[in-house]
């Protein structure tokens, strides 16, 4: 049906700006000056016992006549804890880490259970003996149980940010109508898809149907008005975030 092929192009769509937004970002960020070392103190990738009191190479006699040591290892723990668990939000802001943490923790958990929607419909498709052999089923299971918390963690804390955006008198003067909008947009998108998924009438498409259609464009699917609804708001935010501060995810990278 010409309905169904318009929202495998739109889902499409929303994954390519996704892509080019967000690549076109990272390559901007890297054009732009390096960060001066005092701006960055504590540096990750300096040595462990420098790192611990906030020391640098130039310390030692004589630097530029010594080899310097980068700390890979160092700088990524450092990125690693930052970005998986929101450690700076932890040390200066903890009571906005216990809404901000589980809303992000629901993103990965939704993005990890997205990665496994499609890897399930991917072998369903090319290894469908291994797929019947208990493989889907495992994956089944598991993205069904990611997406669940991912998508109660997402809603549920996305109003609590919202919550505490519109109540908190220190947020307040940096809350502006995009804050709101954006927390809006995922609660209400995420809301959808849960809805749309599981009101969907008894013995209509399954998910991994639904992934496998839109691998191969399937257009003889029928998908209930509701989860349509959820599926285009899904595309649209996905490529609504790289072109807004929530950009911040590649952003972060750059800061180290």
Known sequence: MASTIIIY???????????????VRAVGYARLPLHLRWELYPVPHEEKKRVEHGGSYLETTDWWTKPIHFNLTGELKWMLVEILFLKGLWEFKRKTWYRSYPFHLGLY???GAAGLF???AFLWLVAPIAWAGGIGTVLHYTYMTMGLIGAGLTIVDAVALLIERLTDEDLKPYTTAGDIFNLAFFAVTVGFLFAGYFLRPAGSLSAVALARGALIFDTSLQIPVLLVAGLVLGALLTAYIPLTHMAHFIAKYFTY
């Open 9 to 23: 192009a739109i889902l499409y769509a929303g994954a390519l700006v996704f892509v080019i937004a967000s690549v």
């Open 109 to 111: 958990l939704l993005i």
């Open 118 to 120: 499609f890897l399930n």
